[in-house]
């Protein structure tokens, strides 16, 4: 079994400028509040506006200092254990406790300096073992913390580690694509530079399976001064290319984005698939509040109630058409997490979901013509010939009595010389065959 992309998305995915490490953080069943670019655009540089101003202030008077922060080695440590415990030892000889009466100190002379020689020897053996333990304790919560904020690339080990596993994890990250890992956009076929004009806000969209709809099939990174025609023509659908060689393809396609539908009707044979959807709404207002309530009384709806809260049942919104290559995402309210409805093809579903959004930043691509940007794209899955085992299938045949599998995938060749006689016509005819493009 082989997999790819096809070349045109493949050169999309050749990446030359980096893409900022990170990511939108993923909560499951949990969608934000409605907002919009501007909102956000100006909430945000008022934080950052309050956050300089703050570190900007003078903190010359707060004493800092630096001492807590120094590593000592054992040698060092165990010097100066030692100098606080001869130096407490000198201290105690040149202090001796002072006596009253001098014949008393005649008297006990002898007594004391043996006393003395034993107190100090004492003196100095349990000052030792207290600050041999003090040592101890010391190096042990230094190592604590150099364990707890060693620095990978500061790590000899890791190192022998990653060169170690690095052979054998090297095949699986390459089919690992996400705004995690750095990428590169590929600017050969460039013929212009549009400078991006800070601040810009950047949206990340994902784009799910018309069928296995929970299969998450590309990941765009969109400016919110760019149209959602912009965005359309970067999506890739297989379904697009049936179409097209079928001989049916339709221009014809909608977003819906809260409660505006967007047509695209740049071109001149597009239909407004969203005019029969208005109309409907228009004259039968109760059926459409049922459906409503139906639809906001669902299970995802039931999660997101747990989670946030209780809230009221809200009336079927004022629904709006507005066309696609007119509006920008600047221009319209969503909530981060939702799920909105792309469609085409005539009922070629796909569920689009805006899951971060947030200021251009230095290491992003600052030219506008190559925006929307793919950071992500599902690599197809394509069936090789059942017969040669070489060549990828071109055709599938269903209750196929001659073949030992049901489906069976042809190549061209192999299926012309089991199905075909030497002038084109069929040998046998009781089969069902498909064209093939990839699962």
Sequence with gaps: MECSIPEAEAAECDLSFPIPRGGPIYVPNMVGPSTRVPHFQTSLLSELQNLEAELSEDFSQHDISVDDLKIFTEDELMD??????????????????????????????????????????????????????????????????????????????????????????????????????????????????????????????????????????????????????????????????????????????????????????????????TRPILDWLQHSKEEAQKKWEYIITGELQKKQKAIMGEESVSQLPHFRSLEMHKIRFCDLSFRLGAGYLYCHQGDCTHTLVIRDMRLIHPDDVHNRALYPIITFQLKLRFQKCSVCKIFRATKVTVDDKWTPENPCYFCDECFSLLHLAEDGSPLYTDFVQYDYNHD
């Design 80 to 273: 100066m254990a030692f100098k606080e415990v001869f130096q407490g030892r000198e201290n105690n000889e040149n202090h001796p406790p002072l006596l009253d009466q001098p014949n008393t100190h005649r008297s006990l002379e002898k007594n004391s300096k043996r006393k003395r020689r034993g107190a100090n020897n004492s003196i100095l053996e349990s000052g030792c073992i207290e600050k041999v333990e003090q040592v101890v304790r010391i190096k042990q919560k230094q190592e604590e913390d150099k364990a707890s904020v060693q620095l990978h690339s500061f790590n000899p080990v890791c190192r022998i580690n990653e060169a170690a596993h690095k052979s054998n994890s090297t095949e699986r990250m390459r089919s690992l694509r996400s705004t995690s890992s750095t990428r590169k956009v590929n600017t050969v076929s460039l013929q212009e530079h549009i400078p991006v004009l800070y601040p810009e806000v950047v949206l990340s969209v994902e784009v799910y399976h018309n069928v296995r709809k929970g299969a998450k099939i590309q990941e765009l990174l969109v400016l919110g001064g760019q149209t959602l025609a912009a965005l359309r023509d970067k999506i890739f659908c297989s379904t697009d290319q049936v179409m097209h060689k079928a001989g049916q393809h339709d221009p014809s396609g909608y977003f819906l984005i809260e409660d505006v539908f967007c047509p695209d009707l740049r071109d001149p044979s597009a239909i407004d698939l």
